[in-house]
């Protein structure tokens, strides 16, 4: 058998380096040009991706009972008839348990071997999955291969890196001796094992399947847990392209296969009620919905449950040095992914008498128009920047708020269909902006899942300030941005976001706001509605082992 | 102020060396003698308590609505007649709440340093302490003074250690760049900043107050959560001694000393619920019956739970090179503090053909009646060893077993009173020993807290180790012995114990097998019903704060 720890060891150590000075760094290149690739490369990454549709995807399982799956591309409108293993739990649950001692068995750093195997293969995977996140999630080709790909990918190295940490820190022996009173010296060798918590079952969301996907994975199973991937009905074969990895490198360094599955369900038959029932399953990584999310935190409460959820983001905007250059990074959030990700702004609040801008006044009204520009700017070419919408409950969703904004504001910028000449059927919206006072706070502290904001009208700022950090305490926020250019003020901004239990990001402008790095940014931090962890830091790893140890009297 | 870190570094630094290598060290003294102290210390400590009889126990505190407390020596059975204040606890929460800020504003070496300097003045104080001890929890004077002193400080410190690890992780800034796109460089400035969950409860068992007690106040309150010890109505004094202490180090260092408080309460008019539903509190050490324990960690999903409770420890006998050593070394432990501490053996398995010692067959009876005759020795001179009954329902309870072992088996060594000439008063009683087959499961299967024992005959020795076994996964164990000279025997032994979730100290003649060494044995695995955090590991530390960031582009 390869040595997989050794094969990957510098990865791993420029990790662990990049953890601990959280500088920017990346195992896995986010762009899928040909330039870097080749041109052979991502046409086999297409073809390999063409040649699953409308097959029964391979994937051997004990359990499985027939076929279920029912993903429709967002782009074609087409189901991509794909069917997946209809898996019986229990039985499924039985042949895991019996491969649960070897992998237990195994080192640590056997497993975390095995873990870096499989990031590396799926590395080499990226191209078919882009094309799978895009026909299912309904992301651009580009951000498929970098936010779902390449990205998370990084967070799951960042997981992996975590996880050995964690366990590099109990010794596997220990000599331990003393005197007791007059009966002479007692002298004991020690032995520390590693013991896994049990089954850990990964509840993917629609919209990023691999975001926190990679790292879940790489957190329990280099810990010793075995993973059962819960893909969500609509975006099952991206992650059924890592679990096939997986199984693949499990059996090709000796080690059962089913240690890492796939139960795949649809929407009227589903499945995940079974999984989290089950007394085998330990571990809960959970990505989705707050409802649900909070509803796992309150029921499962004999497992260990991670969580990331959404939250309503926001943007505090005090004064700036360049309009231009902060109203394109806001809009770009507005536009990118059609602000389906966990990191989109979706409340966006300005003091009612305007702002400065290199000191001189800017109204309310000029700030919201320029931003409704600059979505318009965005919008030029829209295809890579905004993908298409994974579900069509998001038209409703903008149909209703479209009919708000007349009862409880205005309407800054109506949504229209986006039009990709590659996909006349694609499932598109551009951004629905409404403009509102904080009259309309009960509708805009909710987490409205799409292209979807408010450009909130506060009576000062302190207001604006007090609104956002109020909505992130109470309603959750994975990101906050303030910009400013008056120092205290910052000072205070900031003061209010972490007292809120939220992380901020100041004046960020020429880059995507959106961006969440691995090894650097601790993503979500726990302490308000959108999540109760953190990935990555010790505390998302060190509680999925715990040690036995053995002493022995010589 | 003083630099409380620098000052306590150099012990800083040897207990993180000793919790990497898990050698056997001590910060603290754990003799009594006056070889050691000098005569004036300890007469003052004595001093100092007697002192103390009799009064309101000086404790300023927000929200003192009367007295409370009604503790009654085991030696004497006279009332202690202390009071200490009872406490509206909303009135309490409202201080400690307004306390937070500072203290999480605190660096981690400055809150560190506190801990430190907490930890040492009550190695200073382990005189008055112990007598505190003795009068309450019932233990002997020497190990009041060591069990729930210096070896509990150690752990303290341990705990300290860890939460140092965890935090020291985190880097206080990064600077992060890359580029984007055609975009430009982005170039981020970013802040870490570690933050508190909020107040932690820490509930106290009656026998050993602050053995659990001192690691959970060091693992909440250098992570920045304020800390409010409930102790156990018969044991209120040494954790009283505690508060005490860390109040005035706080004061002396800047901080409200409100940020560690009691709340005392009687059996009568507990306490206990108003902390654990109020919504301030966010973490909760606890130490006590598997009952409550149980119930706390099924009904307090949104805290941070962390239990030790009680399990039904276990020997497995198979073979021994030296009968008497064994034996010893056995029955140690069922007079050690009247069998009341979490690694008091209880269930001692023999196989029905008895066990081969130096090559030689010796009976299952002349096993079981070397066990009794070593408990005869060791209660020769018993005050040290047995210490008294920390409760009257003990003597209740070995009333009820004495007449179940002439239904279900036979007794092999009745209990009776011990006779201390300084405490002709003292509610004591020797170890109660059942000799009983399997048959009787149900009853050995309990956690009997205090001096009853089982001698289980087995059908042979696979039959002990999976009722041993068994026993820990589904009833919990927190210590469990093997005796053996088979190697083969010895590790299958460990494999079982190790998947029942239990760990095991094999052969273990010469010292006290109870004792569980800080920085060396990882106490409790989690994984059994006897509790579900280890002290001390990163897990036990790494959740108890939280990350937020500010991140800046410059």
Partial sequence: ?????????????????????????????????????????????????????????????????????GEISPYTGEPLAISYPRMDVPRLYEAIVRAMPDWRAAIAETRIGVCLEILDRCAGQLFENAHATMH???????????????????????????????????????TWERQFGKGGAARLQKQYHLVPRGIGVVICC???????????????????????????????????????????????????????????????????????????????????????????????SDKLVYTETAGCNSVVIESADDLQAMVSAIAHSLCQASAQMCTSVQNIHIPARGILVGGQRVSFDEVAAALAAAVEKHLENPQVLCGTLVDSTILQTIDRYRTLAAERGRLLRDSAPLHYPDFPGARTASPLMLEVTSDARDIYRDEIFGPVSFVIKGDGIDECLLDATTNARERGAITSHVYSVNEDFLSRAVSAYH????????????????????????????????????????????????????????
Same sequence: chains 1, 2.
Avoid at 39 to 50: I, L, N, S, V
Avoid at 499 to 508: E, H, T, Y
């Fill in 136 to 174: 299912t999630s309904g992301q651009s080709y580009i951000m498929a291969f970098a936010g779902s790909g390449a990205n998370a990918l990084d967070r799951g190295l960042e997981a992996l890196a975590y996880a050995h940490k964690a366990m590099a820190d109990i010794p596997a022996t220990a």
């Fill in 499 to 554: 007292d809120a239990g939220a992380s901020v990001a100041c004046n960020l402008v020429g880059m995507p706001i959106n961006f969440a790095a691995a090894y650097s940014d601790f993503h979500v931090t726990g302490l308000n509605r959108a999540g109760n962890a953190c990935l990555t830091d010790l505390a998302f790893v060190a509680n999925r082992f715990r040690i036995v140890q053995s002493k022995r009297m010589v």
């Fill in 206 to 300: 629609a919209t990023f399947p691999l975001w926190n996907g990679y790292p879940a994975l790489c957190a329990s199973l280099a810990t010793g847990n075995p993973v059962v991937f819960k893909p969500h009905p609509s975006a099952i074969l991206p992650v059924a392209m890592v679990v096939s990895v997986c199984k693949e490198v499990l059996a090709e360094a000796g080690f059962d296969p089913n240690l890492v599955s796939m139960v795949a369900d649809t929407r009227g038959d589903p499945a995940t009620m079974a999984l989290l029932e089950h007394p085998a399953t330990a571990i809960v990584d959970f990505t989705g919905s707050p409802g649900f999310g909070e509803w796992i935190e309150q029921n499962c």
């Fill in 1 to 69: 058998m390869t040595d997989l720890f050794a094969k990957h060891r510098q990865t791993l150590d420029k990790a662990l380096d990049a953890c601990e000075k959280r500088y920017s760094w990346t195992a896995y290149p986010e762009s899928p040009s040909s330039k870097i690739h080749g041109q052979e490369k991502p046409a086999a990454g297409k073809a390999r991706f063409e040649a699953l549709l409308g097959t029964d995807y391979p994937l051997a399982q004990p359990g499985e009972v027939g076929r279920t799956g």
